[in-house]
């Protein structure tokens, strides 16, 4: 990079900064969530480059700190040391070179021998027009690097991968890049010039000159047109390919969402660069769960953070001069087959007191608990569920109707309902004789785990009041043990 590229970068961070911190008491904080990481001002949406880099876990994520719509990508940048309590830190990327002179899309960082390195999408719009769904676009991957983990100077070697393969659209995004004997490796999000969507497989001994290799995995006209956001990694012996696909149809109460979030399970050989899989699963059931990125955690834990909302839908706290949060952390496994998600132990010490704590035979709509701060973790745990009827939990939030989460084991069927239209999200979980919730509220945001990662459901909910949780059975014999914490705010 040369000098005077170098001083317009920093002038461009210091003043997204600037505007950020004006701005921040400008917040209506009605739907504000205590625990999750979200901008201070301005937009977010997928989480981008999680790593652990000297110590501590970093997060960075697709932001416009202008406006609380999408608009020309920067990546803001958090850390922490245990993926619960996060510190902000400085804007780590702005748009405007010549790669990214529109936006610095989403990608990943790796630790390349000390030196944080990120290597991201670069987009420009040939109309001028920047917009999400604008298609006249090329779109790049470059390189940034840090030796501060704070401070990153894009490669004057940028873009390191300046061409899609000839057979493909100009969808050519989101780099995931990870390590493997003596490699580095990549897969990006892509289609072909027929729209049959596909994740492309790259290698590279610098991060700088970059082989293709081929695509390991295709839509087939089954998976949507467009893989965005790929991820690839090893779990309890299975390789997992996990991406975001572009225009699924909904199938009953399946790929209910605008957009999916799911995975192909299968063995690879990174020899033949071939993965054989299986058929594609959603990883989260619940409405507001997209664009997931991974991490290995440095005692090998494999953990999991989407973006807590979805294209094309209301986001009512755009009103309020903000957008977008990520999930809590979950840690994946697989289990028969399929990817659970659990949230990590570390959220534990967000505990700040006992709520409720209450063991015996549940009826119909008892309450467990009526919260003042809606921020508070929910332990439910239900056996002798042997009738039909529904069994679950309630959240009164002062709307219209409460929002409910109920197993209806005549139908096999776990459903929340947050109200409104288009309320329901289903999953056909089959017979269950035990229930074990898993509940996270903060304001606006439900990720509730069932039975230990079987399901889980994330879903924004707007509430007009302070929460009354309550039981819900028609099963007489239905013996639950309930704890309820509340748990702080990281601030
Ligand atoms: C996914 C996505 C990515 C892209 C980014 C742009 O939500 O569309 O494919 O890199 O968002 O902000």
């Known amino acids: 990079m040369d ?8 002038n461009s961070n210091r003043a997204a900064e600037e505007w950020v911190s004006s701005h921040a008491a400008s917040i209506n904080p009605r739907y504000r969530l205590g625990y999750h990481l979200m901008p201070t001002v301005g937009w977010m949406n997928d989480p981008n480059g999680l790593v ?14 202008y406006s ?12 922490s040391d245990d993926m619960v309590h996060w510190r902000r830190l400085p804007i780590a990327l702005v748009p405007g070179g010549t790669g990214d002179r529109d936006g610095c899309y989403s990608g990943s960082a790796v630790d390349d021998d000390g030196v944080l390195s990120l290597i991201y999408t670069g987009q420009v719009f040939h109309s001028g027009d920047i917009q999400p769904f604008n298609v006249d676009f090329t779109e790049t991957q470059n390189l940034a690097t840090s030796t501060d983990g704070i401070h990153f100077d894009k490669s004057s070697r940028n873009p390191v991968i300046a061409h899609a393969p000839k057979d493909n659209s100009r969808n050519f995004r989101d780099p995931k890049v990870w390590r493997h004997g003596g490699w580095w490796y990549g897969i990006i999000g892509s289609s072909t010039v027929d729209d049959d969507a596909r994740a492309l497989l790259y290698r590279s001994h610098d991060l700088r000159e970059w082989e293709y290799r081929g695509a390991i995995a295709h839509s087939e006209g089954r998976v949507g047109q467009m893989w965005e956001c790929p991820d690839f990694f ?6 997992v390919l996990l991406f975001s696909p572009v225009g699924m149809q909904a199938q009953g109460n399946r790929y209910r969402n605008v957009f999916q979030t799911g995975y192909l399970l299968g063995d690879f050989d990174y020899e033949s660069s071939t993965l054989t899989h299986g058929t594609f699963e959603e990883l989260d059931r619940g409405h507001d769960f997209y664009a997931s990125q991974t991490l290995e955690a440095p005692d090998g834990r494999r953990i999991c953070m989407g973006w807590m909302n979805m294209w094309q839908t209301p986001m ?6 903000w957008a977008g949060a990520l999930t809590l952390p979950r840690e994946l496994h697989v289990v028969d087959g399929t990817v659970r998600m659990t949230p990590i132990a570390e959220l534990q010490s967000l505990r700040s007191g006992t709520v409720t704590e209450c063991s015996a035979v549940v009826r119909d709509r008892e309450i467990l608990a009526s919260l003042e701060a809606n921020r508070c973790e929910i332990l ?16 009164d939030i002062g709307l219209d109707s409460p929002v409910t989460f109920t197993y209806d084991r005549s139908r096999g069927l776990l459903s929340l309902d947050r109200g409104g239209e288009d309320g ?8 269950l004789d035990h229930l074990d919730l898993h509940a996270y509220l903060d304001n606006s945001s439900l990720e509730i785990f069932v039975n230990d990662g079987l399901a889980t459901f994330t879903s924004r909910i707007y509430p007009a009041a302070p929460a009354t949780l309550m039981m819900r059975t028609g099963d007489e014999g239905v013996r639950a043990k309930a704890v309820v914490y509340s748990l702080e705010s990281i601030g």
């Open 3 to 10: 000098i005077n590229e170098e001083m317009n970068t920093t």
């Open 52 to 65: 652990y880099f000297q110590g501590q876990y970093h997060a960075f994520y697709q932001h416009h700190p």
């Open 68 to 79: 609380a719509e999408w608009g020309p990508m920067h990546w803001g940048h958090a850390v």
């Open 234 to 239: 090893e779990v309890d012996g299975s390789h």
């Open 316 to 321: 009512p706290e755009q009103q309020d001069g």
């Open 380 to 395: 439910v745990s239900c056996e002798g569920i042997t009738r039909s009827e529904m069994t679950g939990l309630s959240f």
């Open 424 to 431: 329901v999200r289903a999953y056909e979980c089959g017979t």
